[in-house]
């Protein structure tokens, strides 16, 4: 069969996609296109190539960004940032893998989804990649003049710089290339930071003219489009093109005939971190591509270390050497797989121990078998994820496209990652006829493989100043061996760089942009059914979907009751509901049942503002997800963890405090800016408060206070989280909300009302917050190259009555404004603003910037910008088109319905989300400049908050701050 140029080559109805699946190859250029057809509204595509790096400057990852910086189509500095300004999309980003670059996009308009297509095919075939985008994507070297600072930027480079300063990140990069120390994944696809400033840009070009061509693509197409379309599309950007052997073969790593030991610094700071270290141990697997070997390794990677009582996790937490699991466990995008686990913060010196007691564990389950309990778990968990197929809010489309890449990007089969029924019905089959499918797998891939590496992470305290001293010594070095007209060119670069970021594009240009109208956006909200009943003091939500037969349930207990000094102790008391155990069975087993008869079983604080007034509604949601068949045993767990805990662990919950700390710790530079601004909400709000006390920086030191209470005063921490549970699970005010088709609904409903109706009376009076107040002006001290620059303020007091506008206007600052500033001209990876309609809090905060003054002086200039701002219609409707994809995200069943549950829970009726969508779709130029004035007002009282190194310090010390060391 022939159709459009694509001869098909294979053709399979596959139930575990929904639908049909065909792989067509393109009889020109040999480009290979797989297709599936399915009913899924949430249209996704995607093209690969291949793109094996040679050095570890950077160039796949510069390249990823560049491409989307205008194309011959499409002759504007950034379509990328048009299409995020103006589409409806689910998804639109780029990736680079250490073998791969992958440009997906996602939609449910299918024009906008043909729209998105086109622009990105026409950048990664035709994009106008010259030596200002090399400069502004990957580094130039920044001054004003010739003789003032030099300084490296480029948003990749700051990108790096902040990755390199997360010891995670450095151990998880450095565990791969000691796996594979003879290949190319030895090298940083992303790029070196030391490496970065020797990319030239002829070698840039070469590397696109030698692996963006369509004889090295893989395109992939999923949803409910017409696959005719698919195939004339894709054929028309193939037309001008022949067959080129294009040489991106990913060679296998040979095996290593002995283990090895590496021992890396990473960047620490003085005081407690200065003597930690991370350990992980690293296995070579098979090649990933073999599909049956990679599901018994995801369900022994469950049983040996994915709960609490897993027993490797369990031995290593035991152990008491570290505080947490490091590595990224069972690593299978590669086209081989690898293992990698340890533990973080240890002594140096008891990494052979850590080494040992894997081994031992492991041998211990070879030789005396796998507990058939975490056999079952493992089973269930996988076959239920497999069924249930939620990747969140990523579209399922890209998921399928991602795993068919595991095989069909190293020239092998397309269909089998999809097709999981046969091998999962395969491995149960073994196990049923008594074959020791895991003890065997153990022996083969952990104890008699000697391709085997432990990586060494032990802390510098000088690495991070040492780091700084090269670059400028490196600029230095260059500046020395310049003629003065050299230097001076070197100065006049970067003033042309200015220049051009400087320079808006054409409206000429941004029209060739494809964008959707106003009148091709829906009117009205789309509605998620949410039924309300008083069942006596019991309120039952509803939520009738089709969930492929899943029962989505939870149990909300208002935290009203909760005084203020055991807030920060409710994160830690709601992991305890299921991973300390009961007075029934121990935690090891309690985790083991529940994945061996649910999807997941856990609890959760959720915090919000109620939508008139701003006042707290804070809950406890203990929520889980079965099948139909298993309502009654998840309902008897739930009943077990909430009526039966046991707190007298002490030994494991010291454990949890260990991790918990960890994990923090590990979360500050990746997600420093989610850190900022929770601090900041913290002093704009008493929601923001109370957030700021269970998950913000006062949750690190009273976490680190807890662990040294655990060792001091036990008994105080015991009762304190049997107050907790006092306070939180009772049956006043408790909430039962429930996602599922009507049939599973009836039949699911009397079970958890029964359980609602049993939990113990105890009336509790609702506590008044009473915290104390947060620093102003604030440093966040972290060993970083890069910052988080957060500014705060309030709208409260300043007469701003909230309109939908304010979606468009957000939209527009985020996508425009401040990309510009920050991102493009800065070279910060990112930046963002956001406003709580009900709080009135107002935030901006950046993401990995190598700025901090020059960012805070952006933010504090943003209401000139507005209020003399002059957009056209067009400009305009590409900011209402994104507002409106904001509102109408894309959602799986499960997250509709908790999302009306919240909405709900904080009173947000449906006709003020209509208002608000009306107010949306009519915003003008005016409300712009109407909304100029009350920003302005409230920016001339807004707090800054950065967490940052050096730089960062150096603006704290010459304004004053409060400076708090968080690493």
């Not at 400049?929 to 409230?938: E, G, I, K, Q």
Request: charged share 25%.
């Amino acid at each position: 069969m022939n159709s459009h140029g694509f001869l098909l080559v294979r053709e399979e109805k596959m139930h575990e996609v929904g639908g049909v699946v065909r792989l067509w190859k393109h009889e020109i250029t040999g480009a290979e296109l797989l297709s599936v057809c399915n009913d899924d509204e949430n249209k996704s595509f995607g093209v690969s190539f291949r793109t094996p790096p040679r050095d570890s400057t950077g160039v796949a990852h510069i390249l990823e960004h560049s491409v989307l910086c205008g194309s011959d189509r499409y002759p504007v500095k950034e379509p990328f940032v048009e299409l995020l300004k103006s589409s409806l999309q689910t998804f639109l980003n780029a990736l680079t893998f250490p073998d791969k670059t992958c440009y997906p996009v996602a939609s449910c308009n299918l024009q906008d989804f043909c729209n998105l297509i086109d622009v990105y095919l026409d950048a990664v075939f035709h994009p106008r990649i010259d030596e200002n985008v090399l400069r502004q994507e990957g580094w130039h070297i920044e001054t004003d003049s010739p003789d003032g600072v030099w300084q490296f930027k480029g948003v990749v480079f700051n990108e790096m710089k902040g990755v390199y300063s997360s010891p995670d990140s450095v151990l998880m990069e450095e565990c791969q290339h000691a796996v594979f120390p003879d290949m190319l994944y030895s090298l940083d696809s992303g790029g070196d930071p030391a490496v970065i400033p020797t990319l030239t840009f002829e070698a840039f070009r070469e590397f696109h003219a030698a692996y963006y061509h369509p004889s090295n693509a893989r395109f992939f197409f999923w949803g409910d489009d017409a696959e005719e379309e698919r195939l004339a599309r894709i054929a028309g950007v193939l037309a001008p093109y022949e067959r080129r052997e294009v040489s991106s073969e990913v060679p296998l790593q040979a095996r290593l005939s002995t283990p090895r030991l590496l021992e890396i610094p990473y960047a620490a700071s003085e005081g407690e971190e200065a003597d930690r270290a991370h350990v992980a141990v690293n296995w070579l697997l098979c090649e990933s591509k073999d599909t049956e070997e990679m599901f018994v390794l995801n369900m022994l990677e469950h049983i040996i270390s994915a709960l609490p009582g897993s027993p490797l996790r369990k031995a290593l937490m035991d152990s008491g050497l570290g505080e947490d699991i490091s590595g990224c466990g069972l690593e299978g995008d590669l086209r081989q797989a690898y293992f990698s686990m340890g533990l973080r913060s240890i002594d140096a010196k008891d990494a052979p121990e850590v080494e040992r007691i894997m081994m031992e564990t492991l041998a211990d389950l070879a030789e005396n078998g796998v507990p058939a309990p975490a056999v079952e778990a493992a089973l269930n968990s996988l076959e239920f994820m497999l069924r249930e197929n939620n990747t969140g809010s990523f579209p399922r489309g890209l998921a399928a496209m991602f795993r068919s890449l595991s095989d069909w990007l190293y020239d092998g089969d397309a269909f089998a990652p999809l097709a999981w029924e046969k091998p999962l019905a395969s491995i149960k089959k073994r196990l049923a006829g008594g074959e020791p499918v895991f003890e065997n797998a153990i022996r083969r891939w952990f104890l008699d493989n000697t391709h085997r590496v432990t990586v060494l992470l032990t802390p510098d305290v000088s690495l991070a100043a040492a780091r700084q001293a090269a670059e400028d010594a490196k600029l230095e070095e260059l500046r020395r061996g310049m003629s003065e007209e050299e230097r001076a060119k070197v100065a006049d670069i970067a003033q042309a760089l200015r220049a051009a970021q400087q320079t808006p594009d054409s409206e000429e240009a941004l029209n060739t942009v494809p964008s959707l109208g106003k009148e091709d956006l829906p009117k009205n909200n789309a509605l998620i059914p949410c039924e309300v009943e008083s069942c006596g003091t019991l309120d039952v939500v509803t939520h009738a979907l089709d969930t492929t037969g899943i029962l989505y349930a939870r149990l909300a207990f208002d935290l009203a009751a909760v005084p203020s000094r055991l807030l920060p102790l409710v994160p830690l008391y709601a992991r305890a509901l299921t991973e300390l155990g009961t007075k029934r069975r121990d935690y090891v087993e309690l985790g083991f049942e529940i994945s061996a008869h649910t999807g997941s079983l856990g609890a959760g604080a959720v915090v919000l503002p109620r939508a008139a007034d701003a006042s707290v509604v804070s809950f406890l949601s203990v929520s889980g997800k079965c099948t139909a068949d298993k309502v009654e045993r998840m309902a008897a767990l739930m009943e077990e963890i909430l009526s039966e805990p046991d707190f007298d662990n002490r030994e494991r919950f010291t454990q949890m405090a260990l991790e918990e700390k960890a994990r923090m710790e590990q979360a500050a530079v990746p997600s420093g800016h989610v850190l900022v601004n929770t601090r900041l909400n913290g002093r704009l709000s008493t929601v923001g408060r109370i957030s700021e006390e269970m998950n913000g920086v006062n949750a690190f030191f009273y976490v680190r206070d807890l662990i040294r209470r655990l060792e001091e005063d036990w008994e105080s921490v015991r009762a304190d989280l049997a107050e907790l549970h006092g306070l939180i699970v009772r049956r006043e005010g408790v909430k039962l909300d429930m996602t599922a088709d009507g049939a599973l609904l009836a039949g699911a409903r009397g079970v958890l009302e029964k359980l609602a109706r049993n939990l113990p009376s105890r009336p509790a009076e609702r506590c008044a917050v009473e915290l104390a107040e947060l620093p102003g002006a604030e440093l966040l001290s972290i060993p970083a190259q890069v910052n988080y620059v957060g500014l705060g303020l309030s709208l409260k007091g300043t007469g701003y009555r909230y309109s939908g506008s304010q979606a468009v206007i957000l939209r527009h600052l985020r996508m425009g404004y401040l990309w510009d500033r920050v991102r493009v001209q800065g070279g910060a990876y990112g930046c963002f603003a956001r406003y709580g309609r009900s709080t009135g809090a107002f935030t901006f905060a950046s993401y990995r910037d190598p700025n901090v003054a020059n960012t805070l002086r952006v933010y504090r200039e943003t209401a000139d910008y507005l209020g003399n701002l002059s957009l056209s219609e067009a400009d305009i409707t590409r900011a209402v088109v994104g507002a409106i994809g904001d509102v109408d995200s894309y959602m799986l069943p499960g997250a509709k319905g908790s999302a009306a549950f919240s909405r709900w829970m904080a009173g947000e009726s449906e006709e003020e989300r209509q208002r608000i969508r009306e107010e949306i779709l009519a915003t003008r130029l005016a409300d712009f400049h109407d909304f100029a004035p009350y920003l302005a007002s409230a920016l001339e009282k807004a707090v800054p908050c950065v967490l940052g190194g050096s730089d960062a310090e150096a603006v704290a010390d010459a304004e004053g701050w409060t400076k708090t060391r968080i690493l």
